[in-house]
């Protein structure tokens, strides 16, 4: 089975619900067959991507969509500790955030980010922004096999 044709698993690291809840409505909206799993803050993403306590078992994710303003561990830390660690670093992260910041956005690519999304305010926006990340990553790349 290719990354075009299995579900991935995806790792939304994202702590307000509300941004939670219109990404899972996008990917139930744009039919994105692929598993949705959601950290509420940095340290549960570190947690989730090294298997530790309640993630004890959990896959590795295929791709992180990552918020950069996160409690507990900045995404910006997460980012850091991501794209350094031999295990974890040819997960694609695309950094989907609030800021249009140019020092966030130049911060981001430094740190390895493979894509930077500003979130659109917008919800028919968001929601098409969240379906061309999953096609781009889906069904354009090619991924490496979990």
Known sequence: M???TRAIDVL??????????ITREAFEHNKINNNLHV????????DFLYQRGAHVGAPRPD????????PKYDGRQLLEQIKSDADLCHIPVVVL???????DILKSY???ANAYVTKPVDLDQFMSAVRQ????FVQVVKLPKP
């Open 39 to 46: 950290a509420h803050d940095g340290e549960e993403g570190l």
């Open 97 to 103: 955030t609030t800021s249009s910041a140019e020092e």
């Open 2 to 4: 290719t990354s075009a």
């Open 110 to 112: 430094k740190l390895h």
């Open 133 to 136: 990340i999953d096609e781009f």
């Open 63 to 70: 791709l992180i969509l990552l918020d950069l303003n996160l």
């Open 12 to 21: 939304l690291v994202e702590d307000d619900p509300g941004d939670e809840l």
